[in-house]
């Protein structure tokens, strides 16, 4: 049975949350971040269901990419929109579940209009993180510098 990518069905919410619980424990430096996700999932549900695309493989989810469009970017003024979030099952990393759903994630915002995909990847993200985007043309125009005040 081929990989299929759709929009998001309720009965896949548990699941994807699932698969983004699993994925973290891989970064236990993240404290917080699977209350970020609800509230973005919460968000992107409310806001632009059709932004949550689903990779599923013979019936079941194994994959899935959070989507945004947002307007016209800061600096360049052109349509953009934002991978906000993107989790893969454990035992299909390395399978180019993930190069799919980007694809699709391009191809979701390129039908909206929209000029340029931006993301985000924490510092702690693996090298095989970083190859997908720069393989796949992307390239860092900036970087987000924080600096705690406890």
Do not use: N
């Amino acid at each position: 049975m081929p990989l299929i990518v759709r929009r998001l069905k309720v009965m896949d919410l548990p699941v994807i949350e699932t698969l983004e619980s699993e994925s973290s424990r891989r970064h236990p430096q993240r404290a917080g971040w699977m209350e970020h996700f609800r509230k973005l999932m919460e968000v992107a549900t409310s806001e632009e269901p059709e932004g949550v695309l689903v990779a599923e493989y013979d019936g079941r989810v194994i994959g899935a990419a959070v989507v945004k469009t947002l307007g016209e970017h800061p600096y360049t003024g052109a349509k953009f929109g934002e991978l906000q979030a993107l989790t893969i099952a454990p035992g299909w990393r390395g399978q180019g579940i993930d190069a799919r759903l980007v694809r699709e994630a391009e191809a979701y915002l390129k039908a909206r209009g929209c000029e340029t995909l931006v993301t985000r990847l924490p510092a702690d993200a693996g090298a095989e993180d970083s190859a997908l985007f720069k393989g796949a043309g992307y390239k860092v125009v900036g970087w987000e510098l924080e600096r705690s005040l406890k």
